[in-house]
Every structure is written in C-alpha cells, then in structure tokens.
C-alpha cells in the first residue's frame, strides 16, 4: 500500500484537552510532516519535522519522530473548537513524493 | 516557507467538457511538481510527477490520457481533466520543489462534475 497509518482514526475530545495522533510509516524517509485540513478545504502546513531530528515545537503543536520505530506523532496542546479537522502526516523517502497516511479526524468539542 | 498557489479553488463542469487546474510556485523556480487527488474522506494518492521541459511520469493506474500534465516552465504545471464524468469530482492538489528543497503544496482545486 502506498500509504502511511495513522491512528486514531477519529478522535473526539473536550475542548481544553490535549490530542496526541500518530503515524506510522514503512520505509526510511528524509522528512515528514503534518497537516491539517478543514472539511472540504486545503492542506495547511503544520510542522516539518526532518529524519536527524527528534522533536519540534510550533505554539501548541509538539512533533516527536522516531526513526528506529517508524513513527511519529503530534499532539496539540490546550485544544480549541477551531483545531476541529483533519490531521495527515506526509513522509518524503528523499524522492519529494509525500506519502500521505490515512489520516486522523479530529473533533474538539466546546 | 514557499508559496505554491492553485487555481481555481473550485470549479463546476458538465459531464464530457474538459477542465484546467493551474499550479503555480509563486517565490521559487519550481524543477518538479507533483500532483495528488483526494477522494472524500480519503487521504491524498500521488497521480504524476512532472519535470519542467519534460514528459510526465504517472503513477500506476492513473490514465495519462485523462489527466494531461503539462509543465511548460519553472513555474507553472498544469493539471487538465480531459472529458470529465462525475467519477473525476475530488480534490486535486499539486506539491513544488526547487532543487534541494522541501516539496511545498498548494492549497488544492476542489473539482465537481455535474
């Protein structure tokens, strides 16, 4: 299969509550990164994180990698109603073709 | 970061017309782009990959005679939906990469055939 795993799937919290998502991937890769995308709207790009790093940090947004287990994850911080979407993570082998994984459905609620 | 700008957003077409989605580095020349299709509720499927001057190469099941990828200079490639059905209706999106950088995407072309 082409594509990435994330897990959850779905994800259903309280505002105010954290939200850890995950990834999972099957070869060695340059970099990854995650995105959000609103029902029916584009790709926001949220953190680039690359193969020699190990942690990144953008405002509520914490992105660890782990490159011996394949995995990554992202966990928002303080959610709000408005992180309400879904979150992709994108793997690039070193060729730019991102490998997106299935995707998790985040919905925070007020 | 890079600015990679699609156009349109969205667009309407009949059944059996054909339909251009433009792609556009905006702040950098662009060597590769690259272009996705989304279903609904699925996740992105890489369709081609294009090299400016050069043929696009497909990925396998994508028909090159439906999707026309034409990458006519460093920064812009085209996407056209030649014949379009109801089938074709998803949301395409299109990645740029200079030499040595990143690929940055832009923000998609929600495409309905009617």
């Known amino acids: 299969s082409q594509q990435g795993e994330e897990d959850p799937q779905a994800l259903s919290i309280q505002e105010g509550e954290n939200a850890t998502m995950n990834c999972s991937y099957k070869?060695?890769?340059?970099?990854l990164q995650w995105y959000r995308q609103n029902s029916g709207r584009g790709l926001v790009h949220l953190i680039l994180?690359?193969?020699?790093?190990r942690e990144k940090h953008s405002g509520r947004l914490r992105v660890t990698l782990d490159t011996s287990k394949k995995s990554s994850s992202l966990l928002i911080t303080a959610s709000r109603a408005a992180d309400t979407a879904s979150y992709f993570c994108a793997t690039d082998r070193g060729t730019y073709k991102y490998i997106f994984g299935t995707g998790t459905r985040l919905k925070v609620l007020a | 970061g890079a600015v990679v700008s699609q156009h349109p957003s969205r667009v309407i077409c009949k059944s059996g017309t054909s339909v251009k989605i433009e792609c556009r580095s905006l702040d950098f020349q662009a060597t590769t782009m690259f272009w996705y299709r989304q279903f609904p509720k699925q996740s992105l499927m890489l369709m081609a990959t294009s090299n400016e001057g050069s043929k696009a190469t497909y990925e396998q099941g994508v028909e090159k005679d439906k999707f026309l990828i034409n990458h006519a200079s460093l920064t812009l490639s085209t996407l056209t939906v030649t014949s379009a059905h109801p089938e074709d209706s998803s949301f395409y999106i299109c990645?740029?990469?200079?030499?040595?950088?990143?690929?940055?995407f832009g923000q998609g072309t929600r495409l309905t055939v009617v």
């Open positions: 990645s740029a990469r200079a030499d040595s950088t990143e690929a940055f």
């Open positions: 994180i690359r193969s020699n790093e």
């Open positions: 070869t060695s890769i340059n970099n």
